[in-house]
Protein backbone atom coordinates (compact mmCIF):
# COMPACT_ATOMS: atom_id res chain seq x y z
CA UNK A 1 0.00 0.00 0.00
CA UNK A 2 1.63 3.85 -1.15
CA UNK A 3 0.56 6.18 2.04
CA UNK A 4 -0.01 9.62 0.74
CA UNK A 5 1.01 12.00 2.67
CA UNK A 6 -0.86 15.06 3.47
CA UNK A 7 0.79 18.29 3.31
CA UNK A 8 0.20 20.51 6.43
CA UNK A 9 -0.15 23.21 4.14
CA UNK A 10 -3.35 21.22 2.33
CA UNK A 11 -4.86 19.98 5.38
CA UNK A 12 -8.15 20.71 6.53
CA UNK A 13 -8.28 19.54 9.84
CA UNK A 14 -12.60 19.59 10.30
CA UNK A 15 -12.79 17.38 6.90
CA UNK A 16 -10.03 14.96 7.86
CA UNK A 17 -11.31 14.50 11.02
CA UNK A 18 -14.40 14.03 9.90
CA UNK A 19 -13.06 11.23 7.49
CA UNK A 20 -11.42 9.71 9.75
CA UNK A 21 -14.10 9.01 11.97
CA UNK A 22 -16.10 7.26 9.57
CA UNK A 23 -12.76 5.23 8.40
CA UNK A 24 -12.35 4.02 11.65
CA UNK A 25 -16.37 3.17 12.27
CA UNK A 26 -15.91 1.51 9.04
CA UNK A 27 -13.29 -0.37 10.10
CA UNK A 28 -13.84 -1.21 14.01
CA UNK A 29 -17.37 -2.50 12.24
CA UNK A 30 -19.41 -3.93 15.23
CA UNK A 31 -16.59 -5.45 17.39
CA UNK A 32 -14.46 -2.91 19.85
CA UNK A 33 -10.79 -1.74 19.31
CA UNK A 34 -8.48 -1.29 21.95
CA UNK A 35 -5.71 1.53 21.72
CA UNK A 36 -2.22 2.61 22.74
CA UNK A 37 -2.34 5.77 24.55
CA UNK A 38 1.28 6.70 25.07
CA UNK A 39 0.13 10.59 25.94
CA UNK A 40 2.20 11.95 23.23
CA UNK A 41 0.65 13.94 20.54
CA UNK A 42 0.44 11.55 18.03
CA UNK A 43 -1.21 8.62 20.15
CA UNK A 44 -3.46 11.55 22.23
CA UNK A 45 -4.78 12.92 18.69
CA UNK A 46 -5.70 9.06 17.85
CA UNK A 47 -7.18 8.56 21.04
CA UNK A 48 -9.73 11.70 20.92
CA UNK A 49 -10.27 10.84 16.72
CA UNK A 50 -10.94 7.13 18.23
CA UNK A 51 -13.24 8.49 20.82
CA UNK A 52 -15.22 10.31 18.80
CA UNK A 53 -15.81 7.45 16.77
CA UNK A 54 -16.54 4.55 18.87
CA UNK A 55 -17.32 5.64 22.24
CA UNK A 56 -17.27 3.45 24.58
CA UNK A 57 -16.68 0.70 22.20
CA UNK A 58 -13.05 2.50 22.17
CA UNK A 59 -10.53 0.57 25.24
CA UNK A 60 -7.96 2.91 26.05
CA UNK A 61 -4.56 1.37 27.48
CA UNK A 62 -1.95 2.71 29.18
CA UNK A 63 1.44 0.72 28.92
CA UNK A 64 3.52 1.58 31.93
CA UNK A 65 6.24 0.20 30.75
CA UNK A 66 8.85 1.54 32.84
CA UNK A 67 10.68 3.46 30.49
CA UNK A 68 8.28 7.15 31.11
CA UNK A 69 9.51 10.32 32.54
CA UNK A 70 9.11 11.47 36.15
CA UNK A 71 5.25 11.41 36.86
CA UNK A 72 4.25 10.77 33.18
CA UNK A 73 2.15 7.64 34.04
CA UNK A 74 -0.18 9.34 36.48
CA UNK A 75 -0.42 12.47 34.43
CA UNK A 76 -0.90 11.04 30.92
CA UNK A 77 -4.21 9.02 32.55
CA UNK A 78 -5.23 12.01 34.38
CA UNK A 79 -5.39 13.94 31.79
CA UNK A 80 -7.47 12.11 29.02
CA UNK A 81 -9.92 11.03 31.43
CA UNK A 82 -10.08 15.06 32.14
CA UNK A 83 -11.39 14.99 28.44
CA UNK A 84 -13.81 12.15 29.54
CA UNK A 85 -11.80 9.20 28.02
CA UNK A 86 -11.37 6.05 30.18
CA UNK A 87 -8.19 5.18 30.49
CA UNK A 88 -6.33 1.70 31.93
CA UNK A 89 -2.75 2.04 33.11
CA UNK A 90 -1.20 -1.60 32.52
CA UNK A 91 1.70 -2.13 34.53
CA UNK A 92 4.33 -4.50 32.00
CA UNK A 93 8.05 -3.00 33.94
CA UNK A 94 8.86 -6.34 34.33
CA UNK A 95 8.16 -7.33 30.86
CA UNK A 96 10.03 -5.44 29.17
CA UNK A 97 12.90 -5.11 31.26
CA UNK A 98 12.95 -9.07 31.35
CA UNK A 99 13.08 -8.55 27.82
CA UNK A 100 15.97 -5.77 27.92
CA UNK A 101 17.99 -7.80 29.84
CA UNK A 102 21.70 -7.71 28.49
CA UNK A 103 21.18 -6.21 25.11
CA UNK A 104 23.27 -3.38 24.29
CA UNK A 105 22.58 -3.64 20.40
CA UNK A 106 20.24 -0.54 18.99
CA UNK A 107 18.06 -2.31 16.92
CA UNK A 108 17.75 -5.81 19.57
CA UNK A 109 16.76 -3.27 22.12
CA UNK A 110 14.11 -1.94 19.87
CA UNK A 111 13.06 -5.41 18.57
CA UNK A 112 12.76 -6.39 22.43
CA UNK A 113 10.00 -3.20 22.99
CA UNK A 114 8.11 -3.78 19.37
CA UNK A 115 8.23 -7.41 20.75
CA UNK A 116 7.25 -7.00 24.29
CA UNK A 117 4.72 -4.19 23.17
CA UNK A 118 2.88 -5.90 20.20
CA UNK A 119 3.18 -9.14 21.05
CA UNK A 120 2.69 -9.52 24.65
CA UNK A 121 1.04 -6.98 26.17
CA UNK A 122 -1.46 -6.57 23.28
CA UNK A 123 -1.59 -9.88 22.62
CA UNK A 124 -2.61 -10.46 25.84
CA UNK A 125 -4.94 -7.23 25.90
CA UNK A 126 -6.91 -7.70 22.74
CA UNK A 127 -7.43 -11.22 23.17
CA UNK A 128 -8.86 -10.86 26.91
CA UNK A 129 -11.11 -7.82 25.63
CA UNK A 130 -12.29 -10.06 22.15
CA UNK A 131 -11.67 -6.46 20.10
CA UNK A 132 -10.11 -7.23 16.15
CA UNK A 133 -8.65 -3.67 16.17
CA UNK A 134 -5.31 -1.80 17.42
CA UNK A 135 -5.69 1.85 16.80
CA UNK A 136 -2.45 3.75 17.04
CA UNK A 137 -0.63 7.05 16.31
CA UNK A 138 2.23 6.48 13.36
CA UNK A 139 2.73 9.18 11.41
CA UNK A 140 4.26 9.55 8.04
CA UNK A 141 7.81 10.53 8.89
CA UNK A 142 7.97 7.50 11.13
CA UNK A 143 6.79 5.21 8.06
CA UNK A 144 9.58 7.08 5.96
CA UNK A 145 12.48 6.73 7.94
CA UNK A 146 11.48 3.28 8.91
CA UNK A 147 11.46 1.97 5.08
CA UNK A 148 14.43 4.25 3.87
CA UNK A 149 16.48 2.09 6.83
CA UNK A 150 17.67 4.71 9.04
CA UNK A 151 16.01 3.99 12.54
CA UNK A 152 13.38 1.10 13.06
CA UNK A 153 10.55 3.20 14.43
CA UNK A 154 8.49 0.69 17.25
CA UNK A 155 5.29 1.35 15.53
CA UNK A 156 6.10 0.28 11.86
CA UNK A 157 4.69 -3.09 10.93
CA UNK A 158 3.00 -3.16 7.67
CA UNK A 159 4.91 -1.58 5.86
CA UNK A 160 8.00 -3.45 7.26
CA UNK A 161 5.67 -6.54 5.76
CA UNK A 162 4.54 -7.44 9.02
CA UNK A 163 0.72 -8.96 8.79
CA UNK A 164 -0.25 -8.35 12.53
CA UNK A 165 -3.33 -10.23 11.79
CA UNK A 166 -1.03 -13.60 11.40
CA UNK A 167 1.75 -12.03 13.98
CA UNK A 168 -0.22 -10.75 16.78
CA UNK A 169 -3.93 -11.81 16.02
CA UNK A 170 -4.81 -8.03 15.55
CA UNK A 171 -6.09 -5.69 12.72
CA UNK A 172 -4.08 -1.77 12.86
CA UNK A 173 -6.01 0.97 12.60
CA UNK A 174 -3.47 4.36 12.03
CA UNK A 175 -6.01 6.89 11.57
CA UNK A 176 -2.37 9.86 11.44
CA UNK A 177 -0.80 8.09 9.06
CA UNK A 178 -0.65 10.37 5.95
CA UNK A 179 0.36 13.44 8.57
CA UNK A 180 3.26 14.36 9.95
CA UNK A 181 3.76 16.52 13.61
CA UNK A 182 3.21 19.83 12.08
CA UNK A 183 -0.61 18.38 10.73
CA UNK A 184 -1.14 16.42 13.49
CA UNK A 185 -0.92 19.46 15.91
CA UNK A 186 -3.97 20.96 14.09
CA UNK A 187 -5.82 18.11 14.38
CA UNK A 188 -5.47 18.19 17.41
CA UNK A 189 -6.24 21.75 17.68
CA UNK A 190 -9.30 21.08 16.02
CA UNK A 191 -10.21 18.63 18.45
CA UNK A 192 -10.73 20.90 21.10
CA UNK A 193 -7.38 19.57 23.03
CA UNK A 194 -5.45 21.43 25.44
CA UNK A 195 -2.61 23.55 23.60
CA UNK A 196 -0.39 21.74 25.97
CA UNK A 197 -1.22 18.52 24.41
CA UNK A 198 -1.42 19.54 21.12
CA UNK A 199 1.65 21.42 21.13
CA UNK A 200 3.88 18.73 23.35
CA UNK A 201 7.31 18.23 22.56
CA UNK A 202 7.39 14.95 20.33
CA UNK A 203 8.91 11.85 22.70
CA UNK A 204 9.90 8.46 21.29
CA UNK A 205 7.78 5.32 21.20
CA UNK A 206 10.60 3.22 22.87
CA UNK A 207 10.41 6.42 25.42
CA UNK A 208 13.85 6.77 27.86
CA UNK A 209 15.07 3.00 26.55
CA UNK A 210 16.16 5.68 23.22
CA UNK A 211 17.85 7.75 24.94
CA UNK A 212 19.97 5.09 27.11
CA UNK A 213 23.60 4.01 24.89
CA UNK A 214 24.37 0.16 25.92
CA UNK A 215 21.99 -2.23 28.18
CA UNK A 216 18.61 -0.74 29.69
CA UNK A 217 18.24 -1.88 32.90
CA UNK A 218 16.10 -0.41 36.07
CA UNK A 219 18.98 1.67 37.78
CA UNK A 220 20.34 3.17 34.39
CA UNK A 221 16.39 4.42 33.58
CA UNK A 222 16.44 6.15 36.56
CA UNK A 223 18.91 8.28 35.66
CA UNK A 224 18.47 9.11 32.70
CA UNK A 225 14.97 9.77 34.13
CA UNK A 226 16.20 12.19 36.74
CA UNK A 227 18.91 14.07 34.03
CA UNK A 228 15.48 14.45 32.11
CA UNK A 229 13.53 15.56 34.49
CA UNK A 230 16.62 18.56 35.23
CA UNK A 231 16.44 19.17 31.53
CA UNK A 232 12.74 19.45 30.47
CA UNK A 233 12.34 21.78 33.85
CA UNK A 234 15.01 23.94 32.58
CA UNK A 235 14.62 23.96 29.00
CA UNK A 236 10.40 24.41 29.30
CA UNK A 237 10.36 28.31 28.30
CA UNK A 238 12.79 27.57 25.29
CA UNK A 239 11.49 27.88 21.86
CA UNK A 240 12.68 24.48 20.28
CA UNK A 241 11.64 21.45 18.31
CA UNK A 242 12.81 18.84 21.41
CA UNK A 243 15.09 18.26 24.27
CA UNK A 244 16.20 15.58 25.72
CA UNK A 245 19.08 14.34 27.84
CA UNK A 246 21.28 10.64 26.85
CA UNK A 247 22.66 8.52 28.95
CA UNK A 248 26.35 7.14 27.74
CA UNK A 249 27.76 4.09 28.32
CA UNK A 250 31.38 5.04 28.80
CA UNK A 251 32.80 5.45 32.77
CA UNK A 252 34.87 8.54 32.65
CA UNK A 253 36.99 9.73 35.21
CA UNK A 254 36.27 12.56 37.61
CA UNK A 255 36.44 13.74 40.97
CA UNK A 256 34.36 13.85 43.91
CA UNK A 257 34.86 14.69 47.27
CA UNK A 258 38.64 15.32 46.05
CA UNK A 259 38.80 11.49 45.42
CA UNK A 260 39.13 9.51 41.72
CA UNK A 261 35.40 9.01 40.47
CA UNK A 262 34.78 7.02 37.82
CA UNK A 263 31.47 8.32 36.58
CA UNK A 264 28.49 8.63 34.12
CA UNK A 265 28.34 10.92 31.03
CA UNK A 266 25.19 12.93 30.17
CA UNK A 267 24.72 14.07 27.05
CA UNK A 268 22.24 17.52 26.43
CA UNK A 269 20.40 18.00 23.30
CA UNK A 270 18.11 20.69 22.12
CA UNK A 271 17.02 20.62 18.60
CA UNK A 272 15.21 23.29 16.13
CA UNK A 273 13.42 21.76 13.46
CA UNK A 274 10.24 21.75 11.84
CA UNK A 275 9.45 17.87 11.38
CA UNK A 276 11.61 16.01 12.65
CA UNK A 277 13.83 15.19 9.15
CA UNK A 278 16.06 17.40 9.73
CA UNK A 279 17.34 19.10 12.82
CA UNK A 280 20.26 21.79 14.06
CA UNK A 281 20.93 22.55 17.59
CA UNK A 282 19.48 25.17 19.06
CA UNK A 283 21.62 27.58 20.36
CA UNK A 284 21.09 27.53 24.06
CA UNK A 285 22.70 30.76 26.68
CA UNK A 286 26.05 29.26 27.86
CA UNK A 287 24.74 30.20 31.51
CA UNK A 288 21.44 27.61 30.16
CA UNK A 289 23.72 24.91 29.45
CA UNK A 290 26.37 25.24 32.91
CA UNK A 291 23.49 25.62 34.87
CA UNK A 292 21.90 22.80 33.87
CA UNK A 293 25.32 20.42 33.81
CA UNK A 294 25.70 21.77 37.70
CA UNK A 295 22.58 20.66 38.55
CA UNK A 296 23.03 17.71 36.94
CA UNK A 297 26.28 16.70 38.42
CA UNK A 298 23.96 17.68 41.66
CA UNK A 299 21.26 15.59 41.38
CA UNK A 300 22.04 12.96 39.33
CA UNK A 301 24.15 10.10 40.99
CA UNK A 302 27.28 8.99 39.77
CA UNK A 303 27.32 11.99 37.01
CA UNK A 304 30.68 13.56 36.29
CA UNK A 305 30.31 14.94 32.86
CA UNK A 306 27.69 17.12 30.81
CA UNK A 307 28.50 17.64 27.16
CA UNK A 308 25.71 19.34 24.72
CA UNK A 309 25.36 17.84 21.25
CA UNK A 310 26.43 20.22 18.70
CA UNK A 311 25.61 18.43 15.65
CA UNK A 312 23.08 19.11 13.36
CA UNK A 313 20.52 15.97 11.39
CA UNK A 314 22.16 14.41 9.52
CA UNK A 315 24.39 13.31 10.35
CA UNK A 316 23.13 13.01 14.06
CA UNK A 317 19.33 11.79 14.86
CA UNK A 318 17.73 13.35 17.03
CA UNK A 319 17.59 10.59 19.82
CA UNK A 320 20.36 8.34 20.65
CA UNK A 321 19.25 4.88 20.11
P1 LIG B 1 15.16 10.38 15.26
O1 LIG B 1 15.90 9.99 16.49
O2 LIG B 1 14.90 9.23 14.34
O3 LIG B 1 13.73 10.88 15.74
O4 LIG B 1 15.81 11.53 14.53
C1 LIG B 1 12.80 11.53 14.91
C2 LIG B 1 11.61 11.93 15.73
O5 LIG B 1 10.78 10.80 16.00
C3 LIG B 1 10.55 10.68 17.40
N1 LIG B 1 10.27 9.27 17.67
C4 LIG B 1 11.06 8.20 17.58
N2 LIG B 1 12.38 8.12 17.36
N3 LIG B 1 12.22 5.76 17.60
C5 LIG B 1 12.95 6.91 17.40
O6 LIG B 1 14.16 6.81 17.28
C6 LIG B 1 10.91 5.76 17.80
O7 LIG B 1 10.28 4.72 17.95
C7 LIG B 1 10.31 7.06 17.81
N4 LIG B 1 9.06 7.47 18.02
C8 LIG B 1 9.05 8.79 17.93
C9 LIG B 1 11.78 11.30 18.01
O8 LIG B 1 11.60 11.66 19.36
C10 LIG B 1 11.95 12.49 17.10
O9 LIG B 1 11.04 13.52 17.38
Known amino acids: MTIVEIKAADLQPETFIEDQCRSISRQVGDSRAVNALSGGVDSSVTTLLAHRALGDKLLTYFIDNGLMRQGEPEAVVAAMRQLGVPVERVDAR ?65 QLGIDTEAAFGYKVVEPLIQLRKTGVRAVGKALEMPEAMYNRPPFPGPALAARIVGEVTPGRVELVRAA ?22 DRMTGMRDGKRDYGWQIEIRCWDSENAVTATPTDLPFNLLRKMAGRITAEVPGVVSVTYNITAKPPSTIEAV
Open 228 to 249: TAVVEAELAGVDAFQYLAILHE
Open 94 to 158: DEFFTALKGKANPEEKRQAITDTFYKTVFGRLVKESGASCLLQGTIYTDVEETVAGIKRQHNILA
